[in-house]
């Protein structure tokens, strides 16, 4: 549980008024690593003020989990059955959360959704967890589907988070997340920029699954190995790294594009020792200020063995926050965006996702 008194601060940067005031919101946050579904309550005023009130994550069952893995080869019918499962599941998990905590009713709740499909070139980006289904179970009304409408407007319809990094986290000179696949966010010529580095901890999970293990804790079977050069090199590269920022990956560019170099290799240390190598020096390689602030999120920060090789490489001071922010500060931000949906004001930048316009992502369910 988050202790109430602790995160409370200010936006910066951008001056939004006429905001409604004292407005608790939950964020929900499933991401491509299939952890299980984060849950953030939060509250918000028109000062700008902020609270992560309280915070949990909801691990998925070994049924829903397998689901999900396999989302993006079900048929028709299957997927269709499944977003409204997921739905109905986010909705029981919202009350539990609130059962537990003793919490009212929010004014909203904000889900990103599980995504199944991302292809922003071919105008579609795909998340599932029917929001009308989590508003129908727990009479809250619900914020979903904020990719659509960036997406409809030439835009990747991702990365997100950079508006809540932005101004939530604005005191830092980068903002890096290491989740199943790594992003980052700045601030250049006043203008937010961000984009999806390379994939993170969803490779890594899907190669510790052979030992039948969940992840790499603490990186420590990827730090028994050596470096395998020719593999290094092949992934290194790869045609993603050469494309210019707005760019986003998904979970089919890592099967399709990714795995088959990973699983061309039977010595597991030296691949994930590896592929540590690889992901510490991408990330490295877009930190370019010298003795820059980073502020890493996301499961990846817990692999002491991963920030130990991406500190090696970048001169720049790697800030850990409290562990709740670490674990969910993309739910918190997930909840800020449906704050600023339902006062009708901007949350996708298009200096972000290259975009034609800047827009109001979110469809609204009421329950």
Known sequence: MVDKDIFLARFTNLNYTAMATNMSIIGLMSG?????LDIAYCQF??????????????AYSAEMKHRLKKCMLLGTLQLLELDADLGLLFGEKVNAFLK????????AIASHGHTVFHNPAKKYSYQIAKGSHIAAVTGIPVVCDFRSTDV????QGAPLVPIGDNLLFGQYDYCLNLGGIANISFNQNKKRLAYDICACNLPVNMLMSTLGKEFDRNGNTGKKGEIIKPLLEALDSLDYYAKKAPKSLGREWIEQELMHYLQAYSNLPNVLRTYYEHISAEIAKNIIKKGATVLVTGGGAHNNFLMQLIHQKSSAILVSPQPEIIDFKEALIFAYLGYLRINHKVNSLKTV???GKDSIGGCIYLG
């Open 45 to 58: 005023d028109s000062k700008g003020n902020y609270r992560l009130v309280a915070a949990k994550t909801y």
């Open 353 to 355: 996702t290259g975009a």
């Open 152 to 155: 409809a407007h030439g835009g």
């Open 32 to 36: 491509t690593s299939v952890d299980g």
């Open 100 to 107: 537990e905590t003793k919490l009212p009713k929010p004014k």
